[in-house]
């Protein structure tokens, strides 16, 4: 497919497209226009990550969705090099709502990452057509 052995510095790797469910639904619809959707809860004021419809912190359902600026800091990461598709960063962004998102880190060098670093989401597509995925670079 590709010719180019030259990879851009950016550790962007091909993602699979993500299983939406009646749950996420939201959030992926909003992700195809760019904005980025965090729950919650009305009971106990606490911002959660991922999606669900029962608060993880005092299990009431009642939890709502709220867009987010997906700004945060690089709590931990991994940098995986052995990959076919050159290096990729996986790891943990803390929102500043609070919760932390399992991610994908782009747009820099694994030498440019730094765990405390400013970081803001993107959105990255998808293989087989599904919606974007979520992905931080420097803010
Ligand atoms: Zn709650």
Redesign the pocket.
Known sequence: MSETTERPATMARPIPSPAVTLETQAFWEAAKEGRFLIKR?T??D?AHWYPRAI?P??A?DQTVWEESPGEGVVYTFSIMRRSPSGPYALGYVTLDEGPAVMTNFVDMTPEDLKIGMRVKVRFQETEGGGPPAPVFGPA
Do not use: E
Request: aromatic fraction near 12%; charged fraction near 0%; charge should be neutral.
């Open positions: 809860c009971a106990c606490q608060c912190f005092c009431s």
